[in-house]
Nanobody, 130 residues
Framework: QVQLVESGGGLVQAGGSLRLSCALS????????MGWFRQAPGKEREFVAAISWSGGGGSTYYADAVKGRFTLSRDNAKNTVSLQMNSLKPEDTAVYYC?????????????????????WGKGTLVTVSS
């Protein structure tokens, strides 16, 4: 069974940090570009960050809103990606979804947006209080 399972959401004060993780099972992790999207209440799901599949050099791409504050990394041995979120702001409050697309670079995932993803997790809630 193919699954993306997120963990690490929660409540944090503005300026704080959280680390989200996503584990892929049932597929060969290294051939997937991995990314994070988020959806705030009443808003569309938006791209946050992505990291290329292993053949794409593991490059990363970030939305302007999180650049310099969020860092995405992957561990192919553990089939996981981790999103380190620092200097969190109330506007970062959203449900964060892990996504995957096979043989994809990070930039391509950002260009395609949520309609271009092949696999989705169920999401994890991040709430940043002011």
């Amino acid at each position: 069974q193919v699954q993306l399972v997120e963990s690490g959401g929660g409540l944090v004060q503005a300026g704080g940090s959280l680390r989200l993780s996503c584990a892929l099972s049932g597929r060969t992790f290294s051939v997937y570009g991995m990314g994070w999207f988020r959806q705030a209440p009443g808003k569309e799901r938006e791209f946050v960050a992505a990291i290329s599949w292993s053949g794409g050099g593991g490059s990363t791409y970030y939305a302007d809103a999180v650049k310099g504050r969020f860092t995405l990394s992957r561990d192919n041995a553990k089939n996981t990606v981790s999103l380190q979120m620092n200097s969190l702001k109330p506007e970062d409050t959203a449900v964060y979804y892990c996504a995957a697309r096979s043989i994809s670079t990070a930039q391509r995932m950002a260009e395609l947006g949520y309609n271009g993803m092949e696999l989705w997790g169920k999401g994890t809630l991040v709430t940043v209080s002011s």
